[in-house]
């Protein structure tokens, strides 16, 4: 991404540990404070370096990967609600990949297991057993698919909350400001940062 005078003036180092402490679950406001200890920058700064940044990628899995665990919930936007995609790898449970739509269908399900299979190579799919766009999708890409196993919906289950509990006040700092011509792209940028600390803090604790 372009720098800006700004982030020229601020090092990167207080840069990501702000991004850090917002993504643990501060709001803006408490960030701000946390990070006066170090170098003072307020609120709307830090607001800012989230909308601009822009992960490269989500990080690679560090095992050998034997499935995808696929679900998807609904996460509000504005006045709107939106479906979350997730896929997440059962011994780590680090997030592999994530694709927001208007619509849940196979179409939807397929274009995103197919950017899986892209990224890792094939392997076997394990979904809920409650909607019929998984199954087709895996059938018509030639995976093999599964209903969740107890553990597999235990893993994938407190994934998604987790991400819910996070986004609760996701439209208090950045609401949608094109009324009838969004592309999500604020949204799918907070939600790739939001991955990219969250598997980064689960491989730092692998690490150590």
Request: aromatic share 12%; net charge positive.
């Amino acid at each position: 991404m372009a720098i800006s005078k700004e982030r020229r003036r601020t090092p990167s180092k207080y840069v990501y540990y702000a991004l850090q402490l917002y993504f643990s679950g501060l709001s803006l406001r408490k960030t701000s404070q946390r990070l006066s200890q170090f170098i003072k920058r307020n609120h709307v700064s830090i607001w800012n370096w989230i909308q601009r940044y822009e992960p490269r990628k989500i990080l690679q899995t560090r095992c050998k990967l034997s499935e995808f665990i696929i679900d998807e919930t609904l996460i509000r936007v504005g006045s709107d609600y939106v479906w979350l995609w997730i896929a997440i790898e059962p011994t780590d449970r680090t997030i592999l990949g994530i694709r927001i739509s208007i619509e849940r269908n196979m179409l939807v399900a397929e274009q995103f297991i197919h950017s899986l299979i892209r990224r890792y190579g094939k392997h076997n799919i394990s979904t809920d057993g409650g909607g019929t766009w998984y199954p087709q999708a895996c059938r018509f890409l030639n995976v093999e698919h599964h209903n969740h196993s107890s553990i597999e919906k235990s893993f994938i289950e407190r994934t998604i909350q987790y991400i819910k509990d996070r986004t609760e006040c996701f439209d208090d700092y950045f609401p949608c400001r094109k009324d009838n011509d969004c592309k999500l792209k604020h949204v799918m940028n907070w939600l790739s940062l939001f991955v990219d600390m969250h598997n980064r803090e689960i491989m730092e604790k692998i690490v150590k």
